[in-house]
């Protein structure tokens, strides 16, 4: 490394990108040995960002956050789309909605059984989209349960803002997110959230407490689940919060990045010239 390092300044700095937080000491490690040739660091949010800062991964001011850019212009167009599923045109009860891999870190468990704690005090139907290890292990809980006939798991879908556009209501059930991507789609096509708070992105994203509920916790899923669907829901506000994280944003986030590290590159030379 050290007879490397007088080449260094002629490779192109690296900026690394954080997509999760920092989950165990193992995970720090590994990441500090990786960040030795790291100029600076991106996170997909601020919970990503403190995570690193905290775990001592990258230094205080080394990371900025850009979020993920979620509310494309074409939304609009793809939620107009009818969905094919039967529940969104038969006139029924409403319909919850949930999206994501069927995988641990999603915990649909607890999803469902805060639906079920929901369905006891009024009608409505949940609808999962997604595919995963877990679709045999679910599909018995919802049916001891004895919910299978107001409970649906279709798969993955191509478009699935046409689901939520049509929703009462989406619920996010992570135990934990790097940003929450999905959060920011449903908001964008008129569709109401809640969230677990888990780490990282949902609170940042919701910006409400009560809308927020502790990871793992059903009960409390249900009790936030019913406070959003007894507010009206204005649709016209749902997608302004969205446009907070539009390409166009993130764009923009990634040029000032790219000068920033280019000028900072570049300022030992210019004084050394000098």
Known sequence: MHYLSKYMN?????????????????????LKAKMSNSFEAVAVSEGVLQSYESAGVIRPGQGRTIYNPACAPNIDELAKI???HPWFSDGGPPVILGAGRLE???DFSTLIDAFR??????????????????????EARIASLGLDDCVSLPGWVENPFSFMARSALFVLSSVYEGFGLVLVEALASGCPV?????????????????????????????????????????????RASAARFSVERAIDGYETLIADVLAERDRPKQASGA
């Open 104 to 106: 641990p870190e999603k």
């Open 82 to 84: 009818e969905p094919d």
């Open 194 to 238: 809640v969230s677990t708070d888990c780490p990282a992105g949902p609170s940042e994203i919701l910006e409400d407490p009560a809308l927020l509920a502790p990871v793992g916790d059903p009960e409390a899923l249900a009790q936030v689940m019913v406070r959003a669907l007894d507010r009206p829901a204005d649709k016209a506000a749902l």
């Open 10 to 30: 002629n490779f192109p700095p690296v900026v690394s990108i954080f997509h999760v937080p920092v989950m165990s000491e193992k995970m720090a490690r590994k």
């Open 117 to 138: 704690r929901l369905r006891a005090s009024r009608p409505c139907r949940l609808v999962i989209l997604g595919e995963g290890s877990l679709r045999s292990e679910l």
